[in-house]
């Protein structure tokens, strides 16, 4: 079972996401925090969001560390990733990230929770 929570910033698709995938015990995919991920990662690395190789680069090889740390909420980390998610080459290789956790949900889940502004239109089409 896949589950997918579209809709605008601050809308509740995170709050209603964890609750759903705690409830029948599905794993749960934020997915802004893989935009924001590959955000923190160029500014580890010195480098900013416009930096398109770099950042379609850092989202192909995407650290999972990044996604749990503390920085990742930040408003600059949120900006850079807005700019960085303009960006076709990351939305592309993340693209392949989210429907591989939708495919192969880790923790031998049998589904997942996917939360995102595309995730219904592009990411779990029906013939993903
Ligand atoms: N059903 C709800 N009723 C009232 N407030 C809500 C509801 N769902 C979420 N919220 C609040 O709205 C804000 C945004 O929710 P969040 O789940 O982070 O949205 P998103 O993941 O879509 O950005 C949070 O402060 C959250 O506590
Ligand atoms: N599926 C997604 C998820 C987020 N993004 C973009 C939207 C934002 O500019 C950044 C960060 O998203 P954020 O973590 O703030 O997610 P929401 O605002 O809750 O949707 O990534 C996207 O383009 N596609």
Known sequence: MIIA???PAASGKGTLGR?????????YLDTGALYRAVGLGL????HGPEDADRAAHAAKTLDPDLLNDPELRSEQVGHMASIIAANPVVRA??????RDFARHPPSGKAGAVLDGRDIGTVVCLMRM
């Open 5 to 7: 929570m579209d809709g």
């Open 19 to 27: 609750k759903l995938a705690e409830k029948f015990d599905l794993a």
């Open 43 to 46: 500014k580890r690395a010195g």
């Open 93 to 98: 290789n993340l693209l392949a990230f989210q």
